[in-house]
């Protein structure tokens, strides 16, 4: 049973264009995160969530906006895409902040 | 900002080696975590360590927590090919008051080959 997920996988779309990612988990969590990794594989939070409630906001432009609907499930809607958004987003889930964190199988976004 | 230096950034080595891995900060953490990434996949946790000086065994994998809560290492002893992957060490900075967010180092890429 997949535990965390995340859809789409792969993600390609132009510059300017408005895309969504979604993640849900499984594990009863009741708190989520999104991460972004760059091309050198370095790992930044971007968002953290707590029963629904927004707990980290990192300095991310604010054409990312996170949103979750419920404690099982976090989206990341991103408007106007362009180039330096090209990375791979984690999604990942804790139980508590102070617990580990398990991550989603990522969703690769290319802007062409 | 804190900050954790992994070195080596690479390592290729050949079956049945010894090798170590390590993680650096002038920055205390409260836990410090290592995981394993292979591609197309996300991190998956190794092991935790939350106590200065700790040590802890996964079958060939050993990881140690400084006594100053600044640094951690991972010894992979009698690598295999199945070791291969990215190793990430992650820190926790003060448990209750950063809200879950972790400081990620930058990897290291482990390739073993037969």
């Known amino acids: 049973d997949t535990a965390v997920s995340q859809t789409p996988k792969y993600l390609v779309t132009q510059m300017g264009n408005d895309k969504s990612i979604k993640c849900e988990q499984n594990l009863g969590h009741d708190t989520m995160y999104w991460y972004k990794q760059d091309s050198k594989k370095f790992l930044k939070i971007m968002f953290s969530?707590?029963?629904?409630?927004?707990?980290i906001n990192e300095t991310v432009p604010n054409r990312f906006s996170p949103k979750s609907p419920d404690k099982a499930h976090l989206n990341l809607h991103i408007n106007s895409l362009e180039l330096g958004d090209s990375a791979v987003y984690f999604c990942?889930?804790?139980?508590?902040?102070?617990?580990?964190?398990?991550f989603g199988p990522g969703t690769r976004l290319t802007v062409t | 900002t804190q900050l954790l230096e992994q070195s080596p950034q690479f390592l290729s080595i050949q079956e049945g080696e010894n090798l170590t891995v390590y993680c650096n900060s002038s920055?205390?953490?409260?836990?410090l975590q290592w995981y394993r990434q292979e591609p197309g996949e996300g991190p998956v946790l190794l092991v935790t360590?939350?106590?200065?000086?700790e040590v802890k065994k996964l079958k060939r994998l050993t990881f140690q927590f400084g006594d100053a809560r600044k640094d951690s290492s991972l010894h992979i002893t009698a690598a295999q090919p199945g070791d291969t992957g990215l190793y990430l060490c992650?820190?926790?900075?003060?448990?209750?008051?950063?809200?879950?967010?972790?400081?990620f180092g930058r990897g290291t890429q482990l390739t073993v080959w037969p």
């Open positions: 360590v939350v106590t200065g000086g």
């Open positions: 920055s205390v953490f409260s836990s």
């Open positions: 990942a889930s804790s139980q508590g902040t102070d617990y580990e964190q398990y």
């Open positions: 992650a820190g926790e900075a003060d448990r209750g008051s950063t809200l879950g967010r972790l400081y």
């Open positions: 969530y707590n029963n629904k409630e927004l707990i």
